[in-house]
């Protein structure tokens, strides 16, 4: 009688967990969540990255994902967006590039029972309206280490896509790195005012080769830069994905992204009524921020000294903005033992020391 006890307890708890997990499985799978994009998934870059993490959510939450591509930022295509994926049942809205940050802001007011989650914004409130973004500056360091080394000449190139804190900062880590590596190194900057054209940011790319340049780095979508330098017979850096197959000569290291653990988690959130908006802004630690393959030719003290760097920001003992820093006319910024604050990183407005080039004003 007992053990037909026990077993009728037993199966009763079996019981309970499945329909328990089964329970929180319709809860995710009750969720709609659109997917704002300012290009095409296409074969990598930033699209792509959030791309693979919105499939990765899908599988990983049950939830139903849907996409608008090429939207423009500043647009009334935008906005248009934003209502449709409302109207086709959108509990959450990811809105994937800068600009569109005062359009989400408005809308997150307008529609106050839909999530809106902006992707490198800086706005938020504490009900429905968040921003989140990740520590990119950390791999970015990373990958300066193995340019600097690289860099025969000590002139390196870099694309930078606007002149917005995002991009700063990472200019400003990646040069760190380099001179780190390559105490007398330079990062010249050429400013495209894009995020995706290839055209564009091959010319960028092909006027800082001409003027020397022998590795270059950028913070842009396509692969142009790369193949640039391939052509050149230059070095390459990439960011947003591992994109060694592109220009497989040239290619030294890449920035890459992991965004499917965050967009399952907010999904996850949205379907318990826990999303409350604010700020998230993780690194490698969260291992939404990565560093991708490195080229055979790298160094073993570099790739030794990228794998202790990585250990000590993942254990958060180590910061590439560690001072002391002084930025382009020698004056100190950061000084000796101090990281700046998150507020101070988010809202880089200056360049460090080793960076050629001005910030345009306004």
């Given at each position: 009688?007992k053990?037909?006890?026990?077993?009728?307890?037993?199966?009763?708890?079996?019981?309970?967990?499945?329909?328990?997990?089964?329970?929180?499985?319709?809860?995710?799978?009750?969720?709609?969540?659109?997917?704002?994009?300012?290009?095409?998934?296409?074969?990598?870059?930033?699209?792509?990255?959030?791309?693979?993490?919105?499939?990765?959510?899908?599988?990983?939450?049950?939830?139903?994902?849907?996409?608008?591509?090429?939207?423009?930022?500043?647009?009334?295509?935008?906005?248009?967006?934003?209502?449709?994926?409302?109207?086709?049942?959108?509990?959450?809205?990811?809105?994937?590039?800068?600009?569109?940050?005062?359009?989400?802001?408005?809308l997150?007011?307008?529609?106050?029972?839909?999530?809106?989650?902006?992707?490198?914004?800086?706005?938020?409130?504490?009900?429905?309206?968040?921003?989140?973004?990740?520590?990119?500056?950390?791999?970015?360091?990373?990958?300066?280490?193995?340019?600097?080394?690289?860099s025969?000449?000590?002139?390196?190139?870099?694309?930078?896509?606007?002149?917005?804190?995002?991009?700063?900062r990472?200019?400003?880590?990646?040069?760190?790195?380099?001179?780190?590596?390559?105490?007398?190194?330079?990062?010249?900057?050429?400013?495209?005012?894009?995020?995706?054209?290839?055209?564009?940011?091959?010319?960028?790319?092909?006027?800082?080769?001409?003027?020397?340049?022998?590795?270059?780095?950028?913070?842009?979508?396509?692969?142009?830069?790369?193949?640039?330098?391939?052509?050149?017979?230059?070095?390459?850096?990439?960011?947003?994905?591992?994109?060694?197959?592109?220009?497989?000569?040239?290619?030294?290291?890449?920035a890459?992204?992991?965004?499917?653990?965050?967009?399952?988690?907010?999904?996850?959130?949205?379907?318990?009524g826990?999303?409350?908006?604010?700020?998230?802004?993780?690194?490698?630690?969260?291992?939404?921020?990565?560093i991708?393959?490195?080229?055979?030719?790298?160094?073993?003290d570099?790739?030794?000294r990228?794998?202790?760097?990585?250990?000590?920001?993942?254990?958060?003992?180590?910061?590439?903005?560690?001072?002391?820093?002084?930025?382009?006319?020698?004056?100190?910024?950061?000084?000796?033992?101090?990281?700046?604050?998150?507020?101070?990183?988010?809202?880089?407005?200056?360049?460090?020391?080793?960076?050629?080039?001005e910030?345009?004003?306004?």
């Amino acid at each position: 009688m007992k053990r037909r006890l026990l077993l009728l307890l037993s199966m009763l708890l079996a019981f309970t967990l499945v329909a328990a997990a089964c329970s929180d499985d319709a809860e995710t799978d009750a969720v709609t969540a659109a997917f704002i994009y300012i290009g095409e998934p296409g074969d990598a870059g930033w699209t792509w990255a959030h791309d693979q993490g919105r499939q990765a959510a899908e599988a990983a939450t049950g939830a139903t994902t849907i996409t608008f591509e090429n939207i423009p930022e500043g647009s009334p295509e935008f906005d248009q967006a934003v209502r449709d994926a409302i109207a086709d049942g959108a509990d959450v809205i990811f809105a994937t590039s800068f600009g569109y940050i005062d359009a989400m802001e408005a809308l997150s007011a307008e529609f106050p029972d839909v999530a809106f989650d902006h992707a490198t914004g800086y706005k938020s409130n504490d009900t429905n309206f968040g921003n989140y973004f990740g520590r990119i500056y950390q791999a970015r360091y990373l990958t300066g280490l193995a340019a600097g080394e690289a860099s025969a000449s000590g002139n390196i190139g870099y694309v930078a896509a606007f002149p917005i804190p995002e991009v700063i900062r990472g200019i400003n880590a990646f040069t760190l790195g380099v001179r780190a590596a390559n105490p007398d190194a330079t990062v010249t900057v050429n400013w495209t005012s894009t995020w995706f054209d290839p055209a564009v940011e091959g010319d960028s790319a092909q006027a800082l080769l001409d003027g020397g340049a022998d590795v270059i780095a950028m913070h842009q979508d396509s692969t142009a830069a790369g193949e640039a330098a391939e052509a050149a017979g230059a070095r390459w850096v990439s960011y947003n994905s591992d994109m060694s197959a592109f220009a497989p000569t040239a290619y030294i290291a890449s920035a890459i992204w992991d965004w499917g653990p965050y967009y399952a988690s907010t999904i996850e959130k949205v379907a318990a009524g826990e999303y409350n908006g604010g700020a998230y802004w993780g690194g490698m630690d969260d291992g939404i921020v990565q560093i991708g393959s490195l080229a055979s030719d790298v160094s073993d003290d570099t790739k030794a000294r990228i794998a202790d760097l990585t250990e000590q920001m993942i254990a958060g003992t180590w910061d590439p903005f560690t001072g002391p820093i002084n930025d382009q006319s020698g004056a100190e910024v950061i000084a000796a033992g101090d990281v700046p604050n998150d507020g101070d990183l988010l809202g880089m407005f200056y360049f460090v020391e080793g960076v050629i080039g001005e910030i345009p004003q306004g």
